[in-house]
């Protein structure tokens, strides 16, 4: 974070931006190399993005914005005409040059008629000018300020918010209701910051905005691991910023800023257009008022299906697909997951705070006796006692209950269990940390579900925590892989590019079969019980029955428990969703994460999918044909 994009954003919140002039602290680039800021997933999360790329190969003296080019593009003007007038120009004073004989390759008669190649030398150079002169076509750049602030001129904030997706900035934004989803090529990533922030006034009308405040009371110093206020405020912002809001300038507010009897020394403003919030440290109190505001004309907004087709490599087939969208982000618990960053110790990462994390399971031993049973104990005994050294320091002691072998069926873990790790070297450097999920307790015969999640932290320390556990577990002789973190959440089609198949079960029976089947005949492992949702199998539900919640009013059917089950192999998931007359559901997907491109592993989980889905045929054939004996 220090010296990235959030501390060049906050340059420009703190006072008027002057790209051209050093501040105390902060590395001003050249002004070939100027722009806003970087996402703030660079610095938050594991993931790396390009965001130079779309002006790889151009000149920066021609990617500077002009005024021919402002009058060019507000007029409608076709960008080769710009070039044409300017190649026209550029050649009118290159003749005037030789007019006046100051050109060292001056062209005569006399050395045309003493060399007939030199013309078509001369028309030879002009050409190969003119051809890279075309190809430096100047290209909008949402983080050079300059940029935007010449071309789009008009101050809403959804324009202000998506016109950098076009190449044309404004003028082509105007012909459209939003961005040309068709000719993006790549991800619309927002800048920081935004330049549009609404009067004082609209902030305090009640039929424009609604007002929510509350206030983080901030522990002692000696008790916190933060060294002041300025990085606890710092790191609240983050957390905004990581969803969706954009940081307002401080020359914005500066504007339209009205007399306030209070002062605060720090104080930051971020925007969603519907939402906006402003969090400001309060010395006399020694806490951190958050004022939301959010407007009226966000509420009650209807979600909008929309339904595609993707290509399964399961099927080898396109399948229908269907996502819900909604136009503005759903609550969020901003009140709690301030009171976990400032140092709540009682609360811990919830899932509705939307939070990065990574999922591993480790899959236990295909042992067949008690003595193979017992090694796998004493390796997952190692674990535990390398999990209690990486907790923090004064934490209680983790005891994981194990679970032999018997004649009942695999037990499910009665609920996670998490501990924090603090990721820092020394205790001078800024605090980071993560934590770490896990199951409460270890079935000999079901998979162990072990999650890190975080939400201060940078991607590269994450990524030490997740290979140092690989190495641990692989020294321990524990086979440990990746599972994509919405195989364990209600909704396991949330990934918009995954493809899981669902096989409706319409037979109690044949369910029960094919649950027998797929830990002795085909090699699954009970992978624990999963909360389901049954409302995103829109297309499945028929004749099936499951339980109606009485106290919805719009008799949504509420969350069910499916069992889950994962292959040895690790490629493949399949989720049983019963209802109330034993009918099932059958979900079947891909773990692409642990297949990572492998065409063996794809193969196997083809191969294993296929005599599933035969399986399930054979079943219903023999009921369909004894249905029609009696």
């Not at 105390?24 to 938050?44: E, F, M, Q, W, Y």
């Not at 982000?329 to 939307?354: A, F, H, V």
Request: proline share 5%; with cysteine; net charge positive.
């Amino acid at each position: 974070m220090r010296g990235g994009g959030i501390e060049a954003a906050l340059a420009q919140y703190d006072e008027a931006p002057d790209l051209g002039a050093a501040k105390p602290g902060i590395a001003v680039p050249t002004s070939s190399d100027k722009r806003l800021s970087t996402s703030p997933l660079i610095s938050n999360m594991p993931f790396t993005f390009s965001l130079d790329r779309r002006n790889e190969g151009y000149n920066p003296n021609y990617t500077r914005l002009g005024q021919d080019r402002i009058a060019a593009i507000t007029e409608g003007l076709q960008s080769t005409d710009l070039h044409r007038r300017n190649l026209s120009k550029g050649l009118g004073d290159r003749r005037s040059s030789f007019a006046h004989g100051s050109s060292k390759q001056q062209v005569t008669a006399e050395s045309l008629s003493k060399n007939p190649n030199e013309l078509s030398r001369n028309k030879s150079k002009r050409h190969t000018y003119q051809h890279r002169y075309r190809r430096k076509v100047w290209v909008l750049n949402p983080f050079r300020q300059e940029d935007e602030d010449e071309v789009l001129a008009k101050r809403t904030h959804n324009r202000r918010r998506w016109s950098h997706v076009f190449p044309l900035g404004e003028a082509e934004f105007k012909k459209h209701a939003g961005p040309n989803w068709k000719s993006l090529c790549q991800p619309a990533i927002l800048p920081m910051t935004i330049d549009f922030h609404p009067d004082p006034s609209e902030l305090q009308d009640q039929d424009k905005f609604r007002i929510k405040q509350y206030s983080v009371t901030l522990p002692s110093m000696n008790e916190t691991n933060y060294k002041d206020a300025t990085e606890l405020l710092d790191d609240l912002m983050v957390q905004r910023v990581r969803q969706d809001f954009q940081l307002v300038p401080q020359s914005i507010l500066s504007a339209h800023r009205e007399t306030d009897n209070t002062e605060y020394t720090l104080s930051r403003t971020l925007s969603m257009g519907h939402k906006i919030q402003k969090l400001s440290y309060n010395p006399s109190s020694d806490s951190v008022d958050v004022v939301q505001y959010y407007a009226n004309f966000a509420e009650n907004e209807s979600p909008q299906s929309y339904r595609y087709l993707l290509w399964s490599a399961l099927r080898q087939d396109y399948v229908s697909v269907v996502q819900t969208f909604t136009k503005y982000t759903s609550p969020y618990k901003w009140n709690e997951l301030d009171m976990l960053i400032s140092g709540d110790t009682i609360s811990s990462i919830s899932e509705g705070m939307r939070h990065p994390r990574i999922s591993f399971v480790i899959l236990p031993d295909p042992f067949t006796d008690q003595n193979g049973e017992s090694g796998y104990s004493s390796k997952f005994q190692r674990l535990k006692e390398y999990f209690n050294k990486l907790q923090s320091k004064g934490s209680s002691t983790i005891d994981i209950e194990t679970v032999t072998k018997s004649d009942k069926p695999p037990k499910a873990s009665k609920g996670k269990r998490s501990f924090i790790v603090d990721l820092r070297r020394r205790n001078s450097d800024k605090y980071e940390w993560c934590e770490l999920v896990h199951d409460s307790n270890c079935d000999t015969r079901r998979t162990f579900r072990i999650t890190i999640q975080w939400l201060v932290a940078i991607g590269s320390k994450i990524d030490q925590q997740a290979q140092l556990l690989h190495r641990r577990c692989a020294q321990y002789g524990l086979n440990l892989i990746r599972v994509p973190s919405y195989s364990s959440l209600r909704l396991c089609f949330m990934n918009p590019y995954a493809v899981p198949i669902t096989i409706p079960v319409r037979d109690k029976s044949c369910v029960n079969s094919l649950e027998e089947a797929l830990t002795n005949d085909f090699g699954f492992i009970y992978d624990d019980s999963h909360m389901a949702d049954p409302n995103e199998l829109v297309d499945c539900l028929d004749e099936f029955d499951f339980v109606v919640n009485r106290w919805s009013m719009n008799k949504r059917k509420k969350f069910v428990p499916a069992k889950q089950y994962l292959h040895r192999s690790g490629t493949l998931f399949v989720r049983l969703l019963r209802d109330a007359q034993g009918k099932a559901i059958v979900i079947i997907y891909l773990n692409n994460l642990h297949i990572a491109g492998d065409a063996q592993l794809l193969e196997c989980a083809r191969t294993i999918f296929n005599d599933v889905e035969h399986f399930i045929t054979e079943e219903q054939a023999k009921l369909d044909a004894g249905n029609n004996v009696i």
